[in-house]
């Protein structure tokens, strides 16, 4: 059982507003990533970071931004919530050595 | 263009068929993997592949990566309701490397 969190789980708010959608984990792996998942589709990465003060834009363009100043800890913020924002978002990690990853629950945004 | 395919997209059978799901691509990996995802939640590691012509069995499923290490396939025996799911593959296309993800199939075993 992978120990990685996510909150919130939900999430709806309005247009314009600033979000920060956290996750933690506490296997001390050093990669961690987001992904864009609309039901039932594929997943796009939208941002990794493969240590503290490393932080990488992945293949799916965002207007979200990450931070990554500890090693158990990856937020990503998005500054001012559109509707076309609306998705889950997925948090994952993986140790150094390994491509395996393990996903948090998600967090499901609706932005109105 | 996606690197990794997977085919179906969706697959609607019966409890006790069997299904098969692959995921093909044009380029080498030098490990595969294979995740389920139930709604609501994140994809849970099923197995990874880094041989190939490697195959897996877990219970009822079994993975086989292909010999140049370009596509995979996974196989479910006697399909139970609770296999109902998005099964998704993804490539490493080095070690250590990020992962690419297919675009899933969707999978629903009826009792």
């Known amino acids: 059982e992978a120990d990685i969190y996510q909150t919130p789980r939900y999430l709806v708010i309005g247009t314009g507003k600033k979000i920060t959608l956290e996750c933690s984990q506490t296997?001390?792996?050093?990669?961690m990533y987001w992904y864009q998942q609309d039901p039932g589709m594929e997943l796009h990465l939208i941002h990794y970071s493969y240590g503290v003060n490393s932080t990488e834009k992945g293949d799916l363009s965002s207007e979200s931004t990450v931070s990554r100043i500890r090693t158990e800890h990856f937020p990503l913020t998005l500054e001012s919530a559109r509707p076309s924002h609306t998705s889950q978002y997925l948090c994952a990690s993986s140790p150094r050595w390994t491509e395996t990853q393990y996903f948090g629950p998600g967090t499901r945004l609706l932005v109105l | 263009t996606q690197l990794l395919e997977q085919s179906p997209q969706f697959l609607s059978i019966q409890e006790g068929e069997n299904l098969t799901v692959y995921c093909n691509s044009s380029s080498v990996f030098s490990s595969l993997q294979w995740y389920r995802q139930e709604p609501g939640e994140g994809p849970v590691l099923l197995v990874t592949v880094v041989t190939g012509g490697e195959v897996k069995k877990l219970k009822r499923l079994t993975f086989q990566f292909g010999d140049a290490r370009k596509d995979s396939s996974l196989h479910i025996t006697a399909a139970q309701p609770g296999d109902t799911g998005l099964y998704l593959c993804?490539?490493?296309?080095?070690?250590?490397?990020?992962?690419?993800f297919g675009g899933g199939t969707r999978v629903l075993v009826k009792p």
């Open positions: 993804a490539g490493a296309q080095a070690a250590g490397n990020k992962l690419t």
């Open positions: 296997m001390g792996h050093d990669k």
